[in-house]
């Protein structure tokens, strides 16, 4: 009997029940997941005056893994801190890992970049403070936040056959926060000779990804240029939409599409569920790692070319894409594509 595995499913706000529904239809092909759905965000706050149930960390504690939409988050002061900065410091998941792909005839280039972010520390710590008509933000590197970030990423970068990590930072200006960040790269780097270890100032990183984002493959980095930069990755292959994300930590782990809410689009079945369905493949990778699991890390690599499969060869696109599939017309194809990959 294959080993099963406890799912606790976010939908999230806006667009998020139909891109976690399409990821849980592919989700039902592999057949191990036992999913309970637990309720949170803008729609869960406006309903309860609750941004979440007060035993929500105790469901994801409890949880092999999570897999969540976008949860929305109200703009400037009042209602409630972001739910995705309470849930990474509340669980130390200290590594934000965003892979990003170009797909050949459907994105503006083809690259495969991976953006190891920083996740708990930097200017998004949240320690905010108003003197007379100034106000402050404090940004916050430790040795230890560095440290474990970027062997994340080396190592990372190591089981997936990359041969680059780059380390982004603002070290020229920022010389002793950004300037401990790259001293500890450097450090680290040392222990993987077999891997090229370079660094770009983050503007010129910018730069770089917008002007050739096939030479670069890991990026390390703190957490706001993380943040900015793995959008950029995503307007470079055509769409939010087609990446998804890992936020990890020592012992828990919560996966989601890059994207916000897409309050325009809700509820219009055209949203792009590639994001999501990448999430739960990196959730699948995930725990095929942590608990040996082959034959969830060979249905985590069929998950991957279906999803290429899909959308090169078939051409089942939703309309940010150019196509005018729906949100579910994807999930289908992906999940028939993953059920004949998964019977040879």
Known sequence: MPRRYHIVLIPGDGIGPEVTAAARRVLEVVGVFDI????????????????????????????????????????????????????????????????????????????????????????????????????????????????RIIRFAFEYAKANGFQRVTAVHKANILKLSDGLFLQVFREIAKEYPEIQADDLIVDAAAYNMARAPEKLQVLVTMNLYGDILSDLAAGLAGSLGLCGSGQIGERYAVFEPVHGAGFDIAGKGIANPVAAIHAARLMMEYLAQKHGDSRLASAAKSLDKAIEATLVEDRVLTPDLGGSAKTMDVAENIAKRLAQLLEH
């Open 36 to 147: 309970e759905e637990v309720e949170a965000g803008l729609a869960y706050y406006n309903r309860t005056g609750k941004p979440f149930p007060d035993d929500v960390l105790d469901k994801l504690r409890a949880a092999d893994a999570v897999l969540k939409g976008p949860l929305a988050t109200p703009v400037g002061p009042g209602g409630y801190r972001s739910i995705n900065v309470y849930i990474r410091q509340s669980l130390d998941l200290y590594a934000n890992l965003r892979p990003c792909r170009g797909y050949p005839g459907v994105s503006p280039r083809v690259f495969n970049m991976v953006i190891v972010r920083e996740n708990t520390e930097g200017l998004y710590a949240g320690i905010e403070g108003v003197f007379r008509d100034q106000a402050l933000a404090v940004k916050i590197v430790t040795r230890h936040g560095s440290e």
